[in-house]
């Protein structure tokens, strides 16, 4: 038996705090397009039931377009089992309000809900109570849930605690809402797991994107993730200390990005201490990353290195500027960044606000 867990596509995301408008149209195609062909590749492969671990959906702002698209998906693969697990983002959606859903379509509620295929039990519960779950022993049980642990970034009504599912004949716990893949271990007989999400969005969530594939064989349960998604994004860091000129400020950052795919998403952050008298362009490198790759952005983090004592006894308006700078109660930090601005504005330059 073939089962995939995945969770959290967020389909509809807006994602124009991260993209321009026509980039964020396209990849929220390309994230429904991602989920249509995990379909389409479980029903080739002969897998027997798709897992959704929550937050198939954005919002209840989600268009009723892409809720129909879902359900024509699943009806259309009346072979493959959907167990679909609402989380957070999915409160308020209407899909499954709809009436008449697909007979291979099956939901939770705020109760302890459980399904078998075969020997596999599953169960799920959008509201879960560790201390009235009761599961089968002789069964292969897998837990559909969506949560986290306790901590600073989690609501409380995010939290899972962990601790008090030991010990209930659990041997796969399938997570959503952490988008990035992890695994630990729950007790001597299971394990909990985060498929993370198909797609990434943002460059928050960078690095591989897929589901987990579990298989059943013999009464034991195996789980591998499975790199999926049509696009990674990547954050790379490139140090311009030390750098003599644009053009090579340039060539440092086609080094960093070597062997990317030109298909992906990268962001690329400049850093190090570049001298101020050095005028940096990072649009000028993004334009040249932008033509290397579906889309790309540059985040300029480089620190302006100012020698004071270059300027003790320099006769200009430049040396005046950095001495009554040096001169003032600003931090060293304001004071590098002032006399950045200032070196820029005197030779011209748009400043960087």
């Known amino acids: 038996m073939k089962l995939i867990h995945c969770a959290d596509l967020h389909l509809d995301s807006p994602m124009e705090s991260n993209l321009p408008a026509d980039r964020a149209r396209e990849r929220r195609s390309e994230i429904l397009s991602t989920f249509q062909k995990l379909i389409e590749h479980a029903d ?109 970034n989690a609501s409380a009504d995010d939290v899972l605690p962990f601790g008090r599912y030991k010990n209930k004949n659990i041997d796969y716990m399938a997570l959503g809402h952490l988008h990035k893949y992890q695994e630990a271990t729950l007790d001597a007989r299971g394990v909990a797991c985060y498929s993370g999400c198909l797609e990434g969005r943002g460059f928050d969530e960078c690095g ?48 960093a990005v070597e062997g990317i795919p030109s298909k992906d998403l990268v962001k690329l952050v400049l850093e190090g201490a570049v001298s101020a008298e050095l005028l940096i362009d990072p649009m000028r490198i993004a334009h040249l990353l932008s033509e290397c790759f579906y889309f790309a952005k540059i985040a300029n983090k480089t620190r302006q290195l100012v020698h004071p004592e270059n300027y003790l006894h320099d006769v200009s308006l430049k040396g005046e500027f950095v001495r009554r700078v040096m001169a003032s109660s600003l931090t060293e930090s304001e004071k590098e960044r002032v006399i950045a601005c200032g070196f820029r504005a005197l030779s011209g330059e748009e400043l960087d606000v």
């Open 208 to 255: 591989q994107k897929g589901y987990v594939l579990l298989e059943e064989k013999n009464g034991r349960l195996s789980h591998t993730f499975v790199p999926f998604s049509k696009r990674a994004l990547h954050e790379i860091r490139c140090s311009l200390t030390n750098c003599f000129s644009q053009t090579d400020a340039e060539r440092r950052a086609l080094q």
């Open 44 to 152: 080739e492969n002969g897998a027997d039931a798709i897992l959704i671990a929550g937050d198939l959906f954005d919002s209840k702002r989600t268009a009723k377009k892409t809720e129909q698209y879902v359900l024509s998906l699943i009806e259309d693969h009346p072979d493959l089992e959907f167990f679909y697990l609402a989380g957070n983002h999915d409160s308020g959606n209407r899909m499954t309000d709809a009436p008449n859903l697909p007979q291979n379509l099956h939901t939770f509620s705020n109760r302890w809900t459980s399904y078998s295929i075969g020997d596999v039990y599953i169960t799920g519960s959008e509201a879960p109570d560790p201390e009235s779950l009761v599961l089968p022993e002789d069964k292969i049980n897998i837990l559909l849930l969506h949560g986290q642990k306790a901590d600073g």
